[in-house]
């Protein structure tokens, strides 16, 4: 018999190897991308918000360890239908929690880093603010510009 440590590690690899939602997401309404610069791992998330402030879809690119793409997987699928407010109070022990199997302290950055996105996208809708690419401020030419 399976003890519960085999189960979690088996839920793990089934996300790692058959992402939930793992891609671009055409018509997102909010998005943002982060990553741990001591393991190189990246996610970037992206959430369409409906008129009533629930998530109504959720995507992820990434790349980096089984834990933090398998993590970020089982993340987006537990916050679509939920609304903002219930996102922003998911915890970050709470996701240690989703994830399952106990972490070092470093390898729970590898697993907390999608729920800092998260978090981060949620603030960050596309299209408020203009697009930082398209439009410079820093007072000198674009690099499109130059000669």
């Known amino acids: 018999m399976a003890n519960e440590q085999d189960i979690y590690e088996e ?23 982060g990553k741990n610069p001591l393991c190189g791992d990246v996610i970037e998330i992206y959430l369409r918000l409906d008129s009533e402030g629930r998530v109504s879809e959720a995507w992820f690119e990434g790349e980096g360890c089984v834990i933090s793409q398998a993590s970020a ?24 929690e989703l994830f399952g199997p106990k972490l070092t302290p ?11 996105v998260l978090q ?18 820093f007072g000198g030419p674009s690099l499109g510009e130059e000669s």
């Not at 470093?106 to 800092?116: G, Y």
């Open 11 to 33: 839920h793990v690899l089934d996300h790692y190897e058959d992402p939930y939602h793992r891609g671009f997401l055409e018509n997102a309404t909010h998005e943002h991308q």
């Open 73 to 96: 997987s089982m993340l987006i699928e537990k916050v679509e239908g939920k609304t903002a407010e219930e996102v922003r109070e998911f915890s970050a022990n709470e996701m240690l």
């Open 106 to 116: 470093n390898r729970q950055k590898c697993c907390l880093l999608s729920w800092r």
């Open 120 to 137: 981060s996208a949620l603030h960050s809708p596309i299209g408020e603010d203009g697009d930082d690419e398209d439009d410079p401020n």
